[in-house]
């Protein structure tokens, strides 16, 4: 009887376009994604906010970049995490399916 009240308090949200307004900046910097051509690989560029490059990665898979990417400490909020590891499942796909990519733009 208890787990069919818990069942009925479930909150449902349709959620159907992101606002920009949502959207929060990360302090700690930003990142530009492309594939790199020439290496076959996905690349990573975390630059500061004034635009100073301080660290390129490279990597095959998306898992494992972002999570090195956090275990650098270069994601200060949740948004920008979710972002990043978005931006690079979609970055692989066009890899792997030999696409165009553009950082922010639909495959």
């Avoid at 992101?18 to 076959?40: A, C, M, P, T, V």
């Avoid at 909020?77 to 399916?97: D, P, T």
Wanted: aromatic letters at 12%.
């Amino acid at each position: 009887m208890l787990l069919y009240l818990l069942l009925l308090m479930v909150e449902e949200i349709i959620v159907n376009s992101r606002k920009k307004s949502d959207w929060q900046k990360d302090e700690s910097g930003y990142f530009l994604i492309r594939i790199n051509k020439e290496k076959h690989l996905l690349e990573v560029q975390f630059r500061t906010p004034n635009k100073q490059l301080v660290v390129n990665f490279y990597g095959s898979c998306p898992e494992d970049l972002y999570y090195k990417i956090i275990s650098k400490g270069l994601v200060s909020n949740l948004q920008h995490a979710a972002y990043l590891g978005s931006e690079l499942q979609k970055a692989f796909i066009a890899l792997k399916q030999r696409k165009k990519y553009v950082q922010d733009d639909e495959l």
